[in-house]
């Protein structure tokens, strides 16, 4: 089944502990992509990557790291989360020219 | 960023139509029209895209005006499950990623 899958689904951690969510695609999809979303606000894109090693910022970047090391992957990173980095998070992917996306089943955070 | 208006909520009655409307005034040639939707609870969903043609999937059509300024996106027999956000996006599948506005609520009553 094509896919994206997140992992872990829900996840509380205290502030400053260095941690990953892990997203992966089965579609060989070059673009993918991280967001957040919070009440009032809507979805908002952290970063995004055309392709391998090809990484950009989106509207919310700070306090977040990603890496595109393979193209199935796309992990973000929180170096030293922070209280106002609790959301829930979406990974989505996508082939390049304009096609449609498939979205994970996100992840909630909550940092305390 | 080309911007998108949609309506804040919409209802609708169980298996009827519903036409979901979107105004891109601001659309440039090369920005395709996505729709997605969320339901509760769960991640966006992928619903329908198009550039200039009308459109017809398995979930939903997507009427496109001539100018391109706005679009439509119908759903032909409304169920309970169709109640969600549904967001119109443009994408400029060269250069900037998915941009999501505030979407439209769509409730269905039975």
């Given at each position: 089944?094509a896919?994206?899958?997140?992992?872990?689904?829900?996840?509380?951690?205290?502030?400053?502990?260095?941690?990953?969510?892990t997203?992966?695609?089965n579609?060989?999809?070059?673009?993918?992509?991280w967001?957040?979303?919070?009440?009032?606000?809507?979805?908002?894109?952290?970063y995004y990557?055309?392709?391998?090693?090809?990484?950009?910022?989106?509207?919310?970047?700070?306090?977040?790291k990603?890496?595109?090391?393979?193209k199935?992957n796309?992990?973000l990173?929180?170096?030293?989360?922070?209280?106002?980095?609790?959301?829930?998070?979406?990974?989505a992917?996508?082939?390049?020219?304009?096609?449609?996306?498939?979205f994970?089943?996100?992840?909630?955070?909550?940092?305390? | 960023?080309?911007?998108?208006?949609?309506?804040?909520s919409m209802e609708?009655?169980?298996?009827e139509?519903?036409?979901?409307?979107?105004?891109?005034s601001?659309?440039s040639?090369?920005?395709?029209?996505h729709?997605y939707?969320?339901?509760?609870?769960?991640?966006?969903e992928?619903?329908?895209?198009g550039?200039?043609?009308?459109?017809?999937?398995?979930?939903?059509s997507?009427?496109i005006?001539?100018?391109?300024?706005?679009?439509?996106?119908?759903?032909?027999?409304?169920?309970?499950?169709?109640?969600?956000?549904?967001?119109c996006?443009l994408?400029?599948?060269?250069?900037?990623?998915?941009v999501?506005?505030k979407g439209?609520?769509?409730?269905?009553?039975?």
């Open positions: 089944e896919q994206v899958t997140q992992n872990p689904r829900y996840l509380i951690t205290v502030t400053g502990k260095k941690l990953t969510v997203c992966s695609q579609m060989n999809h070059e673009y993918m992509s967001y957040r979303q919070d009440p009032g606000l809507g979805l908002r894109q952290i990557s055309m392709n391998v090693e090809v990484t950009d910022k989106g509207d919310v970047p700070e306090g977040y990603v890496s595109r090391k393979e199935r796309f992990p990173i929180l170096e030293s989360p922070s209280p106002n980095q609790t959301s829930l998070y979406f990974c992917s996508s082939l390049f020219k304009g096609g449609g996306y498939t994970g089943s996100g992840t909630r955070l909550t940092v305390v | 960023d080309a911007k998108t208006t949609q309506p804040n609708s009655n169980e298996e139509p519903v036409h979901l409307p979107c105004n891109h601001t659309i040639g090369t920005d395709y029209i729709w939707r969320q339901l509760p609870s769960q991640g966006p992928y619903v329908i895209h550039l200039t043609s009308n459109v017809n999937n398995r979930m939903a997507l009427a005006a001539e100018d391109r300024k706005s679009s439509t996106l119908i759903l032909h027999r409304a169920t309970l499950r169709d109640a969600a956000v549904y967001y996006i994408f400029n599948s060269g250069n900037t990623p998915l999501f506005g439209t609520r769509l409730s269905v009553i039975a």
